[in-house]
């Protein structure tokens, strides 16, 4: 076994089933409804808003992100937005599940001798939360309040890399987040597992990169390919 070898996660809906989309539609349905907006055209706004604000700029607080994005996503709808809308969507963020597989996944690496890391577009005191119902210890948890940037900006990787202090060839980073995490970590010759939990398309312009449905296979998946 490689000595110092760390695995790095991105945490939400590679870890966390953290679908603030699903999350949303139940809260704000009456008032789309009221008006006749399409949901999934709404969505999808929703998405492309949230990732336009945490690109466009240094770290603003992520919960703070949350709220602003619905409500200036219903304004784009002309829908009415209320305060407890965005609050109560944090609230529930809080409380996504871990997916079923991922803590006896980490606690296998972990027990091949690997630290595990979170790099994560959180609060500091937002993610632990998420750690808490994950159950499993990480040696690092990096957020974008601790970087000053939010993924998939280089300044969220650069700062993980120097809190880590380590050869590239010893890190593998984690990630379903293709926009977030595959495609600009490409530049930095680290390996990369892309948890491709919904089927998506990949592309050979970054590969190299292993590509698994889940954390199922990781623990094999790693010990073939990394401690060798």
Same mark, same amino acid.
């Given at each position: ?6 695995? #790095? ?20 349905? !009456? ?8 949901? /999934? ?22 919960? +703070? @992100?949350?709220?602003?994005? @619905? !409500? ?18 944090? !609230? ?8 079923? !597989? ?9 027990? @091949? +001798?690997?630290? @595990?890391?979170?790099? =994560?577009? =959180? ?9 808490? #119902? ?21 300044? /969220?990787?650069?700062?993980?890399? =120097? ?8 890190? &593998? ?11 600009? #970590?490409?530049?930095? +010759? ?8 919904? +089927?998506?398309?990949? =592309? ?5 990169? /292993? ?16 401690? &060798?």
């Amino acid at each position: 076994m490689t000595a110092g070898h760390v695995a #790095t996660f991105d945490c939400y809906r590679t870890l966390i089933d953290f679908d603030l989309n699903r999350a949303t539609l139940p809260i704000v349905r !009456e008032r789309l409804d009221e008006v006749g907006i399409d949901h /999934a055209e709404f969505l999808d706004n929703l998405r492309v808003m949230r990732f336009h604000a945490v690109a466009q700029g240094p770290y603003r607080r992520y919960q +703070g @992100l949350i709220r602003e994005t @619905l !409500e200036v996503c219903m304004l784009l709808h002309g829908a009415e937005y209320r305060p407890e809308y965005g609050d109560q969507l944090v !609230e529930d963020a809080r409380q996504f599940p871990v997916f079923p !597989e991922v803590p006896e996944a980490l606690r296998q690496r972990r027990a @091949l +001798g690997v630290q @595990l890391a979170i790099i =994560s577009n =959180s609060d500091r005191d937002f993610i632990p939360h998420h750690i808490e #119902t994950i159950g499993v210890d990480f040696d690092y948890v990096v957020t974008a309040e601790d970087a000053g940037w939010y993924k998939p900006r280089a300044g /969220a990787f650069e700062h993980l890399f =120097s809190v880590l202090d380590r050869d590239p060839a010893l890190i &593998t980073h984690v990630a379903q987040g293709w926009d977030y995490d595959i495609m600009p #970590t490409k530049k930095y +010759g680290i390996r990369r597992v892309w948890i491709n939990r919904y +089927g998506l398309r990949g =592309s050979e312009a970054y590969q190299p990169y /292993a590509e698994l449905p889940d954390l199922l296979t990781l623990p094999d998946h790693f010990q073939k390919q990394v401690l &060798t």
